[in-house]
């Protein structure tokens, strides 16, 4: 049996009782005011010290998003000046920042993401000539998410991408080709010596057939406009 002093149950309902008495001692005060400027200062203080917020331990741009999210508490906690004001009917003041927050993370996951896929999708050498999609991203020790996400669409699409395949060789298609120039890519000149075909046509296959349908994936998951 857990003693009541010792239940985590009732440290996280005493916590949330605290932050709510803070919550209706700021917005007690008038909007601009030094009283409630010094209650924000304390709900703030509590909610860090509680534990209880999203952690960005590793997160690009953690503390920018937690900015955000401290200045967005200010603005609508009691009333709505940039956002919908929190009702402590809905939810804990803690439950409620953290959905700000983790929003403020996905958003900047999406940028870091879309980044990726404008040097992963549709860059053109200055010949005109369609580079492989995936060279220029670098080869860091964990795959980029959108590699991950490639490789996923590849195995769920491989009987489709199959099928199409340079003229009676069935065994180069775009399943094989579409993973085999995944970083770390195998060259032109490697493919060419295992499949016993020029260069050229494995490069034209690859920019005629593959890659429209590696740009179809990226607009579908809404790296790229369509």
């Given amino acids: 049996m857990i003693h009541p002093i010792l239940d985590p149950t009732n440290r996280m309902d005493e916590i949330d009782q605290q932050l709510r008495q803070l919550v209706m001692a700021a917005c007690g005060q008038p909007r601009g005011s030094l009283e409630r ?6 709900l703030i203080w509590q909610i860090q010290r509680s534990g209880k917020l999203l952690r960005g331990i590793g997160v690009p741009d953690y503390e920018d ?8 508490c200010c603005r609508n906690l009691c009333e709505a000046l940039t956002g919908n004001a929190y009702d402590p009917e809905l939810a804990s003041v803690i439950t409620w920042l953290n959905a700000y927050l983790k929003r403020r993370l996905s958003d900047r996951q999406r940028e870091v993401f879309q980044q990726q896929a404008e040097r992963a999708f549709g860059q053109l050498a200055e010949t005109g000539e369609v580079i492989n999609p995936i060279d220029t991203l670098p080869a860091p020790a964990n795959p ?6 490639i490789r996923e669409w590849v195995e769920r699409e491989g009987r489709q991408l199959r099928r199409i395949h340079v003229r009676d060789r069935p065994d180069i298609n ?3 080709l579409i993973l085999r120039r995944l970083p770390p890519e195998t ?3 490697a493919l060419s010596q295992e499949f016993g075909v020029a260069i050229a046509t494995l490069s034209n296959f690859y920019q005629r057939e593959c890659f429209p349908r590696l740009l179809k994936f990226g607009q579908t998951q809404g790296y790229l406009d369509s």
């Avoid at 400027?37 to 304390?42: F, I, M």
């Fill in 37 to 42: 400027q010094r209650a924000l200062n304390q």
């Fill in 187 to 189: 060259a032109w000149e």
């Fill in 174 to 176: 775009c399943e094989v």
């Fill in 144 to 149: 980029p998410p959108i590699l991950e996400e």
């Fill in 65 to 72: 998003a937690l900015q955000q999210t401290w200045l967005y």
